[in-house]
Each structure stands twice: as C-alpha cells, then as structure tokens.
C-alpha cells in the first residue's frame, strides 16, 4: 500500500507518521512519500519518519521527494495537508482583518476566505495531477479551508474526502469525562467544517444512550473552560458547540484578545523553528512532546482510520467531509457537510442525524450561502465576487465593511492571486 503526503514537510508530518507506525495493523503501509517543494524541511522531517519507522520496527520504506507527479504515481491514497503561502500568508490572515474590528483567523470570515482564494485552485491542480498518475487514489484532504476545499474537489469530480480532528478531540475528551474508552463513545456531530455541534453523546454505538445531559451537568465547567465559552452559553444550548463557534458566539470578545496578544501564527512560527530544530537531531526517534502544542492532535488516528476504511479495510463509522445528498434538507444536496458517515472502499455515505433547529439551521443555511460564493471567487476570482462572498458571511455583513476587507485581502494576496 502506497500512501502520498503532499505538504510532507510540514512539522504536523511526525506526528503522522507516529500514527502509521503504532496503527500498522490498521493501515499496513509499505511505501510512504513526503512531498514538499522546500527541501531542507523535508529532510529534516524526512529524517526523523524513517527513525520513528525504525524505532517502532515498521517495515515500510518512506521516501522524500519536491516532484509532485512523481511521489503521488501509483498512490492508492494522497493526503493534503499543505498551507500556501505559508506562516507568513497566515499571519496576514490573522492580522489585517483586526483592523476592520473582524476576527482575523486563517479557517473563518475574511481571513479564511483568503485563504481559500489562495488555496482551491493549487489543490485542484495537485488533483488533476494525482488523477492522472494514480487514476484511483483517494484524496484525503485536511488543508483548511476543509469545507470548501472539499466541495472543490468533488465538485471537479475527485475521488475525496475532508477530515479534521475537532470531532476526535472531543471524542478523547468526553470519553476521559467518562472514564471510558473512545471507541465507546459516538457523537450526534452536525454541521459544516469548524461550524459544527455535538447534538448527543452517545454510548456504545450510533444508537446508543445519550449522555450528554450528564456530561453537561457533571462536567459542564471544564467543558466550557476548553472551549473558552461562558457556562451560560452551554446551559442555553443544551449541546456542545465546537471551540470555533466563539468566533460567532464571542466575536467581539476575541476581537479585542486578538488585539492584545501575539498572533497564533506568530506562536506557530517559534514552535515550528524550535520543532525543526529538535527534528535535527539524529538521536530523536519519536514524536516530541512539544509537538502536541503545534495543533492537529489525534489527526493521524483519525487518517489512519479513514485511510483504512477507504482502501479495503473494513467498514468504519467516522465523522468527516462530504456531500450532504440531503442529510440536512434544508441546505442545497452539492454543499459540503461534516457529519458522521459509514465509510467503505466505495466512499462515506452519511448516516441520519437530528434535524437541528433554527438556531443551528440559520447559521448553517448562511455560512453555507457564504461558502457558495466563496468557492465562486476561488474558482473564478474578481473584486465583486470576494466582495459579494465577505458581505454574504455572517462576521462581515455590512456593505463598507465588506468594501474594507476586500481591499485588503487583495492587497495582502496579489503574489498569490494572478488576477488580482
């Protein structure tokens, strides 16, 4: 089985990596490819895998490579895990948009909108490359923006999935609440990519008893606490929303700690100098510890359970990625949702979840309105669309704002958008 990981260099790769060896019975790779096109990275990162492979005694061969075409020929599965532009587009990203009073975040409103336009159409070339040097490889795709840049993928006719960890990590969590192991534990998780909610914790299985009332009332604090949202707003809801709802449900509250703090792309930019650095050193054959602050925990669990389920190994019920085909009817069958899903060598099919109610459905109806006319603009560019797309989302909403953000986004992205 030969596995592609296009952004191989990214020091998210070990942890990766990690996975692929302590799950080989899941996964049994024989040849994993690191794809980058900067090179001292990628042999640093390269460097560290195979000694993670050897310390763990896997047999399979990991080989580095900057040619696309030719790390991903003969894949049976390719992962996306690349950031166009790098820390330094993120930074922007994170920064511009304050200046307006928005959230600056890579994932969501004007930040995460340029990083779409920046990365839908490299992701869509990468693709075409892989259809035509492995025909039949799954497309595992975990560059944000994952929703959208789903919903470009298949929408070209790709054989892809989108997966982020944010349903793993909540799994983990709730589990070690209940003292419990994680496959135990299921969640009702519905909505759009990092716009999502856990609508019932379940034990034992799809259909098993909800326990989410108990965890709330035991627990409803710390669950809170982690996801930096007020007790009230978990008490009000009666569900569990994903940590990234505080950009909606606190905006101007993280607005002004953005406004006071050190960017977390700046933080991701020393963590990912001191990583590289550790990743140097010959002696190292394991995962450091610091990486667990890098971001993407238990990402490799989950793409070693989605690979598997993809390529052969039995069906998986997994939360991910895919077209809605009417799971939640009030959104258009082409929109990407993220739910949980049955997952077979044939692809997800989404299982039945809870009809949510207007207070989840409108924002999920607008965001994925904003996503329409996100997508427009990646695929087709031009001022009006990004305009038309920033006034569209839910963060931005006013017509001079809108305006404001265009401006800037198209300043800050000319060396990666050739029309703008």
Not at 56 to 68: K, M, N, S, Y
Not at 88 to 98: F, G, H, N, S, V
Not at 246 to 256: C, I, K, L, N
């Amino acid at each position: 089985m030969k596995l592609a990981v296009v952004g191989g260099g990214s020091t998210y790769t070990p942890e990766l990596v990690d996975g692929f060896a302590r799950l080989r019975d899941t996964l049994p790779v024989t040849e994993l490819v690191l794809i980058d096109p900067a090179a001292e990275r990628l042999e640093l990162v390269g460097g560290l895998a195979r000694r993670i492979f050897a310390r763990q005694g896997h047999p399979g061969r990991i080989t580095t490579t900057a040619d696309l075409d030719a790390g991903v020929t003969g894949a049976d599965a390719v992962l996306l895990q690349l950031r166009v532009g790098g820390q330094a587009a993120r930074l922007q990203d994170e920064t511009w948009p304050l200046e307006c009073g928005c959230v600056g975040q890579e994932t969501t409103g004007a930040g995460g909108l340029a990083k779409a336009l920046r990365t839908v159409p490299v992701v869509l070339d990468i693709a075409e490359r892989v259809r035509r040097a492995a025909p039949g490889a799954w497309i595992v795709d975990f560059t944000n923006p994952v929703g959208i840049v789903t919903r470009a993928l298949l929408q070209a006719g790709h054989r892809a999935v989108g997966l982020c960890n944010v349903a793993i990590g909540l799994q983990r969590k709730f589990a070690a609440l209940l003292g419990t192991a994680p496959a135990d534990v299921h969640l009702d998780h519905v909505g759009l990519n990092h716009l999502t909610w856990e609508f019932a914790v379940r034990l034992g299985g799809p259909g098993g008893t909800d326990v989410l009332p108990r965890l709330l009332a035991e627990h409803g604090e710390a669950i809170a606490a982690d996801l930096r949202l007020p007790r009230a707003v978990l008490d009000r809801l009666g569900v569990v929303p994903s940590y990234y709802l505080r950009y909606f449900y606190s905006h101007d509250e993280v607005v002004r700690e953005l406004g006071e703090k050190p960017s977390r792309a700046a933080e991701v930019a020393a963590m990912e100098r001191e990583l590289l650095a550790l990743y140097a050193d010959p002696a190292l054959d394991e995962k450091p510890a610091l990486l667990a602050r890098r971001g993407g925990a238990f990402y490799s669990e989950a793409a070693v359970d989605l690979a598997a389920a993809l390529l052969g190994g039995g069906p998986a019920v997994q939360v991910v990625n895919t077209r809605n085909d009417g799971t939640l009817p009030f959104l258009p069958d082409d929109a990407v949702i993220e739910v949980q899903a049955a997952v077979d060598g044939s692809g997800p099919v989404p299982l039945a979840v809870p009809r949510p109610d207007p207070l989840y459905a409108g924002l999920l109806t607008h965001v994925t309105a904003y996503e329409d006319l996100a997508l427009d603009a990646a695929l087709r560019g031009g001022r009006e669309r990004v305009a038309r797309a920033l006034l569209a989302h839910p963060l931005v909403g006013q017509f001079d704002l809108a305006e404001a953000l265009t401006d800037r986004l198209l300043a800050h992205n000319k060396e990666h958008l050739p029309w703008a």
